[in-house]
């Protein structure tokens, strides 16, 4: 079965220091790997996508995630953290099937939470 | 542009009741699709739709229907709501046919007793 993972409910990062959010995803054929944010109350907002290309994309808010093929991972990371990114992440893949309508398939999301 | 709206943003029922959350989008998006959060559990795909007069099923599609007579508009319907489909329900809406860059709604949040 295709399925997203994010092996941790919570992270904890002081300000100021680097973080990372894991996730790994099970699709068939080469994936395309997305990172959404959700603030309190809010709508989920996109962050950045993996299509193909350069392993390291970068995204909205200094946010970049690395993609790994032989891991399956796509860890999301910032060098420096601040209080202002906590939130919930979502890290979400599509199969590359071709046909339209192809789902999303989100992990079940990680807590951010930045200490000052 | 408005982006994806949701109405209404509460919403409490009785078991057995029925509504219709309305979502709406102004970027000519063809794909949209309908989840619900619940804690723990992330967000899991109701039904979704690739173009007007076209839907299909998600995840969990039990208990709802979705129609898409418009680009625009994709209302998901409660036929007889149960205290299991409490959630947050928001609507996404890509440009394209594909699943790809989501716009999110602000979300629903429904309590059924």
């Known amino acids: 079965a295709q399925s997203v993972a994010q092996p941790e409910d919570q992270v904890n990062v002081a300000e100021g220091n680097p973080l990372t959010v894991k996730c790994t995803y099970s699709?068939?054929?080469?994936?395309?790997l997305f990172w959404y944010v959700q603030y309190p109350n809010r709508g989920l907002q996109f962050l950045l996508k993996?299509?193909?290309?350069?392993?390291l994309v970068k995204g909205s808010y200094g946010f970049e995630a690395e993609f790994n093929k032989s891991q399956t991972s796509f860890h999301l990371k910032k060098p420096s953290a601040l209080v202002s990114d906590s939130a919930l992440y979502f890290c979400a893949v599509r199969p590359s099937a071709n046909q339209a309508g192809t789902a999303l398939i989100f992990g079940k999301g990680t807590t951010l939470s930045v200490s000052s | 542009n408005a982006g994806v709206t949701q109405t209404p943003k509460f919403q409490v029922l009785k078991t057995g009741q029925s509504m219709t959350l309305q979502c709406a989008q102004d970027m000519n998006h063809e794909y949209m699709s309908w989840y619900r959060q619940d804690p723990g559990m992330g967000l899991r795909l109701i039904h979704y739709?690739?173009?007007?007069?076209?839907?299909d099923q998600g995840e969990v599609p039990n208990g709802y229907n979705v129609s898409r007579s418009t680009t625009e508009d994709f209302p998901l319907r409660l036929l007889s709501a149960a205290p299991s489909q409490t959630s947050v329900y928001f609507c996404a809406s890509s440009f394209g046919r594909e699943a790809y860059e989501q716009y999110f709604g602000p979300g629903t949040r429904l309590t059924v007793t």
């Open positions: 739709s690739v173009g007007a007069g076209i839907t």
């Open positions: 699709v068939s054929g080469n994936p395309y």
């Open positions: 993996y299509i193909t290309g350069d392993n």
